[in-house]
């Protein structure tokens, strides 16, 4: 699935139809969202989409010099008619491996028994860096520039 942006808005707009969509498939464990995409693709513009599409309060950052922040989803994301309401997830974690070299980089954080627990959902920039450590029903997601405000995000699942 590909989806094309000409603003900021646009993404976020793309990010909120996807994560509806995909919080409605069963997920054994954390439904794991992993970006990857040069520097300034709008991964983290997409993330803010997402933030505040499952009812994320706080203003979303990007990670990089912390790695990994949680956020937690206040119960309005889980409102009756609330956008996300079906499978909306208990906490919500935000990766950024730009600084890191490898998934090695990442002990200490808990990670591992983040990604089993099926109330989290895990959105990961960079995430080609610690693909060897994600769940195999990861959902990638593919960002690129095409020059001027104009991006693409290819899904794959
Ligand atoms: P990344 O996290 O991939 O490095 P960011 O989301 O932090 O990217 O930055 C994207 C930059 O591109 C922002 O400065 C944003 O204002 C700009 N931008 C322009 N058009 C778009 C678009 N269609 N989608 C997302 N960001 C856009
Ligand atoms: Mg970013």
């Known amino acids: 699935m590909e989806y094309l942006t000409n603003s900021v808005e646009g993404t976020k707009t793309a990010a909120k139809k996807i994560i509806i969509k995909l919080l409605k498939r069963p997920h054994p464990g954390a439904l794991v969202l992993a970006l990857a995409g040069e520097l300034?693709?709008?991964?983290?513009?997409f993330v803010q989409g997402l933030a505040k599409a499952i009812g994320v309060k706080e203003k979303i950052l990007s990670p990089t010099f912390v790695i990994l922040k949680r956020y937690g989803v206040r119960p309005l994301g889980r409102d009756k008619g609330s956008p996300a309401e079906a499978g909306?997830?208990?906490?919500?974690?935000?990766?950024?491996?730009?600084?890191?070299?490898?998934?090695?980089?990442?002990?200490?954080?808990?990670?591992e028994e983040i990604l089993k627990n099926k109330n989290n959902l895990v959105v990961i920039e960079w995430?080609?860096?610690v693909a060897n450590i994600l769940p195999a029903d990861t959902v990638w997601l593919n960002f690129q520039h095409k020059g001027g405000d104009e991006r693409r995000i290819k899904l794959k699942m």
């Open 40 to 45: 300034g693709a709008g991964k983290t513009t």
């Open 127 to 129: 995430a080609e860096r």
């Open 88 to 111: 909306t997830p208990m906490n919500f974690y935000h990766l950024d491996c730009y600084r890191i070299q490898s998934a090695k980089d990442l002990a200490g954080l808990g990670f």
